[in-house]
């Protein structure tokens, strides 16, 4: 059976701290009520349960003997019509359910939240917003929503914004709550999202948005750049001739500060969107580097550091031929500074009968952005054409045909 008494002095007590009246910005005077079918939803229909009607009515009687509620009664009926919070006993009301059913108070939810604003105030600045958050929420008498949600937050925050180190996501995670997993399962998108919106750093397309982190030197897990073709690298005094591996290399990113130099024996070098395409395709002329969709800081810091130290080289770039390939291209000029020009990305291979069974049809998205990339010269062309034929086309079925057909 339902303890009624309990969720009658709850749900009242509840509706009044959410009112304008405890916050003193009302303007009208309304009782604080609860209809008996809020607690019970059968309570007025014929074939409602009795036994439960009649619990309910008790309890509503034995609140209003203690001086909690009132209530109206139904004419020439047994039922209750509403029942009101006598609200100059709200404070009583929740002494008692904090007494007898442990319920915590207005009071008490005020004093631990007081608690935290002092305990976190100036330990780090995006958690200074949200303790200034916190206390404006105190200062109209109201308790914030989700406070203990809130101080997870706030213990990420100040330890994320004061760390140095070159942490794991799972490493922070345990220095922060004791947990290797709690932060990714828990705590991960908004404390991600809060760090995006005080930094004024959304994600761009196809971002992951844990990508903020790294400002902060933590990752999920360590970075990797990846590449095939003759290339030489200058690390520790010592040259290693890379091209020697016909499949590829990998280099850690925290390799990447021990390179001195970095030397491109090719006239070309070709980033590649899609895994797939990187790992199918094999030039002897060009060094082909694996993206993997928008470039991420040591990407983005690799390839300028192969722009200064290769002043002479082609930079071209492959990828899908439809909107989510042409921003990624837009924004890897963008970030590096080196014009890179599109490789097998034109209206030339949407035209081929090669691939004429491989086309899609775009969707109402891709076509907002197509319409957004028109008004830029270097894909007004390719958008417009795009949009007028429906068309698209995966890069993988291009370098498939490129290695295995034309070879």
């Known amino acids: 059976m339902v303890n009624y008494e309990e969720k009658i002095l709850v749900s009242l007590v509840e509706k009044y701290r959410k009112s304008k009246k405890d916050s003193g910005t009302n303007v009208t005077a309304r009782r604080t009520r609860i209809l008996p079918r809020e607690l019970y939803r059968n309570y007025n229909r014929n074939d409602g349960d009795m036994a439960q009607i009649e619990a309910l009515n008790r309890a509503a009687g034995m609140c209003r003997e203690m001086g909690f509620v009132t209530f109206d009664m139904e004419g020439f009926s047994s039922e209750i019509q509403a029942i009101y919070l006598v ?26 939240v007081e608690e935290m604003i002092a305990f976190y105030s100036g330990r780090s600045p995006a958690a200074d917003r949200e303790c200034e958050k916190l206390q404006k929420a105190l200062d ?38 004791g947990d290797s997993k709690y932060l990714e399962e828990n705590t991960l998108h908004l404390v991600c999202r809060t760090l995006r919106d005080f930094l004024g750093k959304p994600c761009e397309e196809g971002e992951p948005e844990d990508g903020i982190l790294e ?18 690298v200058r690390i520790s005094g ?14 850690f990113a925290g390799e990447l500060k021990q390179i001195e130099q970095i030397r491109v024996n090719t006239g070309v070098f070709i980033t590649i969107e899609n895994y797939t395409s990187w790992m199918r395709m094999k030039k002897e002329d060009a060094v082909l580097f694996y993206l993997g969709g928008y470039a991420d800081r040591d990407q983005r810091e690799f390839l300028k550091r192969v722009y200064a130290d290769n002043p002479e080289l082609s930079f071209l770039h492959f990828g899908d031929i439809d909107a989510g390939g042409l921003y990624i ?17 034109s209206q030339r291979e949407l035209e081929n009968e090669c691939f004429r069974s491989c086309l899609h049809s775009l969707t109402e998205q891709d076509r907002i952005r197509l319409e957004s990339l028109k008004k830029e010269e270097a894909y007004r062309d390719l958008a417009s054409y795009m949009l007028e034929n429906n068309v698209k086309l995966e890069q993988e079925i291009v370098s498939y045909y490129e290695v295995t057909v034309q070879k």
Do not use: W
């Open 329 to 345: 291209h837009e924004h890897l000029c963008r970030v590096t500074g080196i014009p890179f020009k599109m490789y097998r990305m």
């Open 140 to 177: 109209q008498n109201r308790i914030p929503a989700r406070y203990l949600q809130t101080e997870e937050l706030l213990k990420a925050l100040a330890f994320i914004e004061n760390n140095e180190k070159e942490l794991l996501l799972r490493e922070a995670s345990v220095l922060i709550y």
């Open 215 to 232: 400002e902060y030197h933590i990752m999920k897990e360590r970075r990797r750049i990846c590449f095939k073709g003759d290339v030489t």
């Open 87 to 112: 609200d100059e006993k709200v404070e009583d009301a929740e002494d008692y359910l904090e007494k007898t059913y442990r319920y915590e108070p207005k009071s008490r939810k005020r004093a631990y």
């Open 238 to 251: 010592r040259d290693l001739d890379l091209g020697a591996f016909s499949e590829g290399c990998e280099i």
